[in-house]
């Protein structure tokens, strides 16, 4: 289920007297954050679109690489 479902399902959930867990609300709050971190990379990446010239390199990298 993605976090958009997630988010339109809620409110029948609650409806049927169901309450996310504290897991599931920080796993939301998390979530809220990535998307509108993804829409302001969204934008400053359109900002350049106005560029003539020069190149521009995006890298993506996390913080914490993945373990086993």
Do not use: W
Request: net charge negative.
């Amino acid at each position: 289920m993605s976090f958009y479902d997630y988010q339109q399902h809620l409110p029948r959930l609650r409806q049927q007297g169901c309450s996310p867990t504290k897991v599931a609300q920080e796993l939301s709050a998390l979530t809220d954050r990535i998307d509108v971190i993804e829409k302001l990379v969204a934008e400053e990446i359109s900002s350049y679109s106005s560029l003539s010239d020069g190149h521009l390199s995006i890298i993506a990298n996390a913080p914490r690489p993945g373990c086993r």
